[in-house]
């Protein structure tokens, strides 16, 4: 049974900065694509940033230059680094995996439960 657990969420004023983890178990993790994405009431699942297998990173516009994905194979973990945040980044964040690396949400197969992100004006 895959199992995807999400921490690290909170309230941050702006500008301040946050960092999820993932832990991921009951798949073989090394070889999974792993996406962050974003959901605000009402509004469709948003793609934040995914690293594939080798550790090669991708990002939404939105949030190039002030987040990092990186992931810890021995840990089974992959992290968002969040910096300079703005109210606008407030949502609760979903970790994702999948064979390949996507930029939309209905082709991953897992899904963590979510953590809430709040940044303060």
């Known amino acids: 049974q895959v199992q995807l657990v999400e921490s690290g969420g909170g309230l941050v004023p702006a500008g301040g900065s946050l960092r999820l983890s993932c832990t991921a178990s009951g798949l073989s993790f090394s070889n999974y694509a792993m996406g962050w994405f974003r959901q605000a009431p009402g509004k469709e699942r948003e793609f934040v940033a995914g690293?594939?297998?080798?550790?090669?990173?991708t990002y939404a516009d939105s949030v190039k230059g002030r987040f990092t994905i990186s992931r810890d194979n021995a840990k089974n973990t992959v992290y968002l680094q969040m910096n300079s945040m703005k109210p606008e980044d407030t949502d609760v964040y979903y970790c994702a995996a999948d064979r390949s690396l996507r930029t939309v949400a209905r082709a991953y197969d897992y899904w963590g439960q979510g953590t809430q992100v709040t940044v303060s004006s």
């Open positions: 690293i594939r297998w080798s550790g090669v990173p």
